[in-house]
């Protein structure tokens, strides 16, 4: 578990690690916080033939306010200090608490925020609660910046509609209406796994209490992070009872056809879809519930 | 005023004392020795090339590419080996049971025309850096022409499975019938006849430190040196003295820290064990390989399924009449241990109880998959498992409580020594030497509130809608089997003393429950002993650390050393202070007439004056305050247990909570009550991972699809509970000490328990748990009761 | 690994069973094949790469033999696979019918991998397998529109 030889590179600057990536050709990967890219390399199953480690850009790192009451966060920024982080905690909760769920924190000492999202592993937490809190992702390449939905970045199995000279170098996360309300729900084999199925929800409120929006966005079920539409379909225009939970619940499942492995069969992830929609609903009505009672 | 106490009772001031670890700070500073920190000028660096196939014919290895590699020094195949090559030894013979099938086929050092599992070893590259090494395995053109795998053990026997062994027939590696009494007669006499097919799985042994070898070879000195993460340095180290030619005593193995064996790492020889020292006198440099990861999936030896057909027979009483069983076992590819692990399941399966009548056959099995060798119990899980299930079983038919059918076939104090009338894998008959079961029971039921669990929370707990059950099981293990270890005790002249022993250390402690041992007699704290184990310059008789048998066997010859110098001390110390043996005392690093403590001498004086350099020893006596004891039982010793554990399940994601977990252990005396503890914990933790979380999963093709610890799963601190112990002690009468081993028995019945507990917590819906290890998707499966193959089938008895 | 699964094609079924006889469209079929080329008969060699996330480096040398050949309606196609990472061994029993102007591809494959993309990668695989063989045939579908 030796990984095969390589050349390494450690620019300073965005452009320099597109510079790099571009030069390197077919055979560049950018580094970030190397939670999967290095196991790779180790089993040979990744023979990059250069690294571009993006530790050293300082640009790629922060966690900003926006005016708007948004939150624009560097890709290179670690997780840990995502979670951390006080006004991460205050203007994106969603992310805060799944954060938790990401691994171990020796693990979120090292991994980065964008390295996760980029990296597109279905199972994963964050890019499923990107969906549901529609953030937007910056890229930047040879040919200058775009601005891609998390909505429309993820596109197959670890695919992304990321060029190979292209970086993720800032996510958005466009502030919540008020009243919003945000839970997490997953099952892993243990602590800090990734999932075998998880629900990142984000409930958007009308003015009569009612649910104008249900973002729900589900993992370790498809070849992709999934928004699930079947349950929004449910839940748009009616207020939050335990028949509408059940509903929604009973919807987002019944519209996957989720994949099996030697963890889970695709009638265990179907259910547990069902189960852990109801419970996410539920909890982030007890939240508005608690939030109300308190005033 | 009394008398000095007697040698042993000195020997036990020690016994039961926690003191801190001897070997802790060298652990905890990072200064201990483990065999990747050996480094060594000029050293090279292996690596293998292994198979991807389960099955196949070997047709051609090209490895032209692979010596023009830049840094590769060597690349070797089996039949660059020559003479050399020759399959391992068969370990363990098969006891003398009458009507006996067995069918030997050992390990090969490099595969030659077949390979028979996948990371079957092909080929040897030595490079000047293990990454050179590995970049020269990827250039290594690997010629198989398939043949069809046999991935299921109950495949194994069919008819037209592929053969493995092509010298045999089939792939039946060993056909065993154990029986006492007539079961078909009592049996049709019973109240109750239940029975089921049970299917146990095991798992890696999966050790914090993987295996690993460093061989050096001294031309002029003609000496080689092996660095070995072997559990049995000794045998290792002759062993390879009669391959390669050479005085035994130009062999030096060395065991040096361990970071955890569990079975695994006895088996000697491993291709790799047998291979670095031939390769580092071949090429006159010192050879490291460390087994990656991933190599340890294939490469080192696991513990896998049986598959059992068992019925139990009981009266309206629930007493046993007796017990049928019929087993497979998988043995994976090659059979070095005989019958040590199918044995170990037919004779731990019988418990605590009292069986009349049992006939017990398995038949071992040949598959396309790596090695089964014993992993921490050694099939003594299987057996307690179909045991366990059976009074469940039984207990269910007849309406009463499952730890009141256990509490009634107990084997009563009385009825020790008891016979049980079959062979046992020591080759001696299993005869339990000591035990007491019910208070074991009894303490177990008390420390976790059963009768408030059953007549109150539990109800409430329902009414609550949660779903919260209760186990209890019982199992016993047979421990601290020869055939002999010895070690040498010297008290040096700085005072301190040196103790060493042959058998290995892979962190069970022994550098400090050994001292204590040691340093008991000799008045001394545990401190005050240098303990050497597993470097056979040192001592050169033994065996090895497994089996439950370092504290038993190698303890006692500890024990027995110290008080052979204790003697030597006291003679010593007779003449320097003029009075008589019997009025001395030992304590403080000194020996004083009893009553007069100014008249003392230190054990450093009485070193040197031990070790003249004037004068002559004189005839019939030695120099030196040292002596080598050794000890051998004539039979192992039975230890016991009750473990019992109150669960949550998750009914809707399958999910569990072990809320509370009780274990009762007897292990006999107890030398450091910590290191017992640690034992236990970490065998409950081992029991967790095989009941919940471990398994090696294979596919048709005999492919491993979780060979990394991303799908292989181990316990974490997040799922092994915090587990309350208590000790009872029934000492051995086998040993001097009274000791009973530990080593392995926190892993035993935790299956069992997983099983009994979870279907009391899923109530009146509970399907049957049959099988281990469960996961969460299987238990989804078992309460959808989707699943055909696991339905009950009643066993029909011809 | 079992993939059972059909696949409408545009063109109809004689368009496709030639389609299917050219390499380079049969080489479509089988996604990350590099390159593959006639050795003989209906015998085919070539390259394949499967990269999928951190899978980027398993490299295959292929072989892909069409046998059982019932024009236009049948074939039994046998790919073997050999790379640092790995084997590949698969079946696919292959039919194809009319549906009006159109080709409905039925198909059964078994697929057996072993080494190193089994013991790490297999949970990818059996993915990528069911997404694969469909985008396979969806780009044979586009050559021969």
């Not at chain 1, 998390?150 to 292209?166: Q, S």
């Not at chain 2, 010629?143 to 792939?171: K, W, Y």
């Not at chain 2, 007796?322 to 170990?344: E, H, K, Q």
Request: aromatic share 6%.
């Amino acid at each position: 578990m030796k990984p095969a030889p390589f050349d390494y590179v450690r620019p300073d600057s965005i452009e320099g690690a597109i510079d790099a990536l571009r030069e390197g050709g077919p055979g560049a990967k950018a580094l970030a916080g190397g939670q999967s890219l290095i196991p790779a390399l180790n089993f040979r199953l990744a023979q990059p033939s250069l690294l571009v480690d993006l530790a050293g850009v300082d640009a790629l790192r922060g966690i900003r306010s926006d005016e708007d009451g948004g939150l624009t966060i560097g890709a290179m920024t670690r997780q840990r200090t995502v979670e951390r982080s006080d006004v991460a905690g205050e203007r994106a909760p969603l992310v805060s608490e799944t954060m938790a769920l990401v691994a171990h924190p020796q693990i979120r000492n090292r991994g980065t925020l964008g390295g996760s999202l980029a990296h597109a592993d279905p199972a994963a937490e964050l890019p499923a609660a990107m969906l549901a809190l529609d953030a937007v992702f910056r890229l930047h390449g040879p040919a200058g910046s775009r601005r891609v939905p998390a909505r429309d970045f993820y596109i197959g199995l670890f695919e992304t509609v990321l060029a190979p000279d292209e970086l993720l170098v800032e996510i958005e996360i466009p502030a919540p209406p008020p009243g919003s309300r945000f839970a997490i729900e997953e099952v892993s084999r243990r602590h800090g796994d990734f999932a075998l199925a998880g629900v990142a929800i984000a409930l958007t409120p009308a003015d009569d209490g009612s649910i104008s929006d249900a973002a729900i966005g589900l993992f370790g079920v498809g070849d992709r992070p999934i928004l699930s539409t079947a349950g929004n379909a449910v839940l748009r225009g009616r207020s939050l009872d335990a028949a509408a939970i059940a509903e929604a619940a009973e919807a987002t499942a019944d519209a996957l056809d989720p994949p099996g492995d030697i963890h889970a069969s695709p009638a265990y992830r179907r259910h547990l879809v069902r189960v852990l929609t109801r419970r996410a609903l539920e909890r982030a009505n007890e939240a508005r519930e608690t939030r109300d009672r308190g005033g | 005023m009394s008398r000095p106490s007697e040698p042993a009772e000195r020997a036990s001031s020690l016994l039961g004392a926690a003191p801190r670890r001897n070997e802790d700070e060298r652990l905890l500073t990072g200064t201990a020795l483990f065999v990747d920190d050996v480094h060594l000028d000029g050293m090279l660096h292996a690596a293998f090339v292994r198979s991807d196939h389960a099955h196949g014919r070997l047709r051609g290895v090209d490895l032209s590419a692979a010596r023009a590699h830049p840094g590769v020094v060597a690349a070797w195949v089996a039949e660059d080996l020559g003479d050399y090559w020759a399959p391992g030894p068969l370990l363990v013979p098969p006891p003398p049971i009458e009507r006996l099938t067995f069918r030997s086929a050992t390990q090969v050092p490099l595969a030659r025309d077949k390979v028979r599992h996948v990371g079957e070893a092909i080929a040897l590259i030595v490079a000047r850096s293990r990454y050179e090494a590995e970049d020269a395995v990827a250039l290594v053109e690997v010629d198989i022409e398939p043949l069809p795998p046999v991935a299921r053990t109950e495949d194994s026997l069919a008819e037209g499975a592929g053969r493995i062994h092509e010298q045999f027939d089939s792939n039946l590696a060993a056909h065993v019938v154990q029986s006492k009494g007539d079961y078909e007669r009592a049996a049709s006499g019973a109240t109750v006849r239940v029975g089921r097919r049970f299917r146990i799985d095991r798992g890696a042994s999966a050790p914090i430190e993987n295996r690993g070898i460093v061989a050096s070879w001294d031309e002029r000195a003609g000496e080689l040196t092996v660095w070995d993460t072997t559990q049995a340095p000794i045998p290792i180290r002759n062993g390879l003295a009669d391959m390669l030619g050479l005085p035994e005593t130009h062999v030096r193995v060395i065991a040096p820290f361990i970071g955890g064996g569990f079975g695994p790492k006895i088996m000697m020889f491993y291709p790799e064990e047998v291979l670095l020292p031939w390769a580092a006198v071949r090429l006159g440099r010192p050879v490291k390989w460390i087994e990656d990861r991933q190599e340890s999936f294939f490469a080192t030896t696991q513990e896998r399924e049986q598959i059992h057909d068992a019925e139990i027979a009981v009266d309206a009483d629930g007493r046993i009449i007796g017990v049928s069983d019929s087993f497979l076992c998988d043995s994976g590819a090659y059979n070095p241990y005989g019958l040590t692990v199918p044995i170990n399941s037919q004779c731990t399966l019988l418990g605590q109880y009292r069986v009349p009548n049992y006939e017990s056959e398995f038949r071992l099995v040949y598959t396309n998959k790596p090695i089964v060798t014993p992993v921490r119990g050694a099939g003594r899980q299987h057996g307690v498992f179909v045991m366990e299930r059976l009074l469940d079983l039984a207990a269910a038919e007849l309406g009463i409580d499952p730890t009141e059918i256990r509490r009634r076939n107990f084997l009563t104090p009385d009825e020790f020594p008891h016979d049980h009338e079959i062979l046992y894998q020591d080759f001696a008959p299993l005869v339990y030497d000591s035990g007491d079961y019910e208070p074991a029971l009894d303490r177990a039921l008390e420390m976790i509130d059963y009768e408030a669990f059953r007549a109150t929370e539990q109800p409430a707990l329902r009414a609550a809608g949660r779903q919260v059950g209760i186990g209890v099981v019982c199992y016993v293990e047979g421990t601290g089997i020869g055939p002999y270890e010895g070690a040498r005790v010297s008290v040096r002249s700085d005072g301190r003393v040196s103790l060493v022993t042959g058998v290995g250390t892979q962190g069970q402690g022994h550098f400090t429950s050994f001292a204590q041992l040691a340093a008991g007699p000799l008045g001394l704290d545990a401190a005050d002993v240098d303990v050497v184990t597993g470097d056979t310059a040192k001592f050169s008789w033994g065996t090895g650390t497994f089996a439950s048998r370092g504290a038993v066997v190698a303890g006692n010859a500890c024990h027995a050393a110290a008080i052979a110098v204790r003697e030597k001390v006291l003679a010593v110390a007779s003449d320097a202070l003029e009075a008589a043996p019997d009025d001395l005392e030992v304590g403080g690093g000194a020996v004083h007439v009893r009553g007069v403590p100014e008249r003392r001498i230190t054990l450093a004086e009485l070193a040197v004056r031990a070790n003249p350099l004037r004068g002559a020893v004189k005839p019939g006596t030695e120099p030196g305050l040292e002596a080598t004891a050794y000890f051998g039982p004539e039979r192992g010793c039975t230890a016991s247990g009750v473990h019992a554990m109150i669960v949550e399940v998750d009914p809707e994601t399958a999910m569990l909570e072990i809320l509370r977990y009780v274990v009762v252990h007897d292990c006999g005396t107890i030398i450091n009550p910590t290191i017992v503890n640690g034992q236990i914990h970490g065998g409950v933790a081992h029991g967790i991972g095989n009941a919940f979380f471990e398994q090696l999963v294979f596919d048709e093709g005999a492919q491993l699809l979780n060979a990394s610890f991303m799908d292989y799963l181990l316990p974490t601190a997040t799922d092994v509970p915090f587990i309350e112990t208590a000790h009872l002690c029934t000492p051995s009468p086998l040993n001097p000490l009274g000791i009973k081993g530990v080593g392995e028995a926190g892993a035993i019945p935790v299956a069992a328990l997983f099983a009994q507990a979870i279907e009391d917590a899923l109530g009146e819906q509970a399907p049957e748990v049959l099988e281990m290890p469960l996961s969460p998707d299987r238990l989804f499966a078992l309460i959808r009761g989707n699943d055909a193959a696991t339905r009950p089938a009643r066993r029909t008895v011809p | 690994m079992l993939i059972e699964s059909e696949y409408l094609f545009g063109a109809d079924r004689d368009a496709v069973w030639d389609a299917l006889q050219d390499p380079e469209i049969l080489g479509r079929a089988l996604p990350g094949t590099e390159r593959l080329e006639r050795v003989g008969g209906h015998l085919y060699a070539g390259v394949m790469v499967v990269g999928v996330g951190p899978v980027t480096a398993a490299r295959f040398d292929i072989s892909v033999e069409l046998t059982n050949l019932v024009p236009p309606e049948a074939f039994t196609m046998i790919v073997g696979g050999q790379g640092r990472a790995g084997f590949i061994d698969g079946r696919a029993d292959v039919r194809l019918e009319e549906r009006g102007t159109r080709c409905l591809m039925r198909y059964r494959a078994d697929l057996q991998v072993g080494g190193l993309v089994a013991a790490v990668g297999k949970p990818l695989l059996d993915t990528v397998g069911r997404n694969m063989s469909h985008k396979g045939l969806e780009a044979v579908d586009r050559m021969i529109g």
